[in-house]
């Protein structure tokens, strides 16, 4: 069975750093592209960044890029987003989730973290 | 960017009727030499993550049920669910993923019981 677990959310002061982590089960994680989605407090989902299986192509949404950071661990199954100079209208929900090659869009999701941007 | 727009943003609908729900996109999706449009459709209910329910506008995911349905093709897509179940209630969004990137979502539609 899928399964992505997402960890590392919590309450952080404007200008803060905070490091998600998503651990990956029930397949072969280095086989590939998983991407960040999040979702504000009654909002929509808005769509965060995503990395190719090995790690070498990333890319961001011109609100995060240059302060978030994805990665991945393949030998441990875990995927990542460092986020810093946390900006207020970061406050979401962080959702890590799977890109499926012959379904093309994203077809697991984990439960999501919460990240709280307040002073 | 592609931008995403969803109608209606809410709508009510009785038990076993149809709900038809519309996503227009500010460019085509369509990847002519593939013949894909690179467009998803996801049901979220609250406090759920999103769960996909049709992905190259009109293939239905293992497991969803066949009263949900994808059409379109381009910038106008459809969403169909062809008579209104209980649990059908939540927020549907679409997803475009034929840019590299931003990926990005409509703004959501909302359905209720009338």
């Known amino acids: 069975e899928v399964q992505l677990v997402e960890s590392g959310g919590g309450l952080v002061q404007p200008g803060g750093s905070l490091r998600l982590s998503c651990a990956a089960s029930?397949?072969?994680?280095?086989?590939?592209?998983m991407h960040w989605v999040r979702q504000g407090p009654g909002n929509g989902l808005m769509w965060v960044s995503r990395i190719n299986s090995d790690g070498t192509t990333t890319n961001y949404a011109d609100s995060v890029k240059g302060r978030f950071t994805i990665s991945r661990d393949n030998a441990k199954n875990t995927l990542y987003l460092q986020m810093n100079s946390l900006r207020v209208e970061d406050s979401a929900v962080y959702y890590c989730?799977?890109?499926?090659?012959?379904?093309?869009?994203?077809?697991?999701w984990g439960q999501g973290t919460l990240v709280t941007v307040s002073s | 960017d592609i931008v995403m727009t969803q109608s209606p943003d809410s709508l009510a609908v009785s038990l076993g009727e149809r709900a038809t729900i519309n996503c227009k996109s500010s460019?085509?999706?369509?990847?002519?030499?593939?013949?894909?449009?690179?467009l998803a459709w996801y049901q979220q209910k609250p406090g759920q993550p999103p769960k996909l329910l049709i992905y190259w506008a009109s293939t239905r995911d293992s497991g969803v049920p066949d009263r949900f349905s994808g059409s379109g093709s381009g910038t106008d897509f459809t969403l169909t669910i062809s008579s209104l179940q209980a649990e059908d209630v939540a927020v549907y969004y679409c997803?475009?993923?034929?840019?590299?990137?931003?990926?990005?979502f409509g703004q959501g539609t909302k359905v209720e019981i009338k």
């Open positions: 460019q085509s999706v369509l990847y002519s030499s593939k013949n894909k449009n690179y």
């Open positions: 989730a799977r890109r499926d090659v012959i379904v093309g869009a994203l077809d697991y």
């Open positions: 029930g397949f072969t994680f280095s086989d590939y592209w």
């Open positions: 997803l475009q993923y034929y840019s590299t990137p931003p990926w990005t």
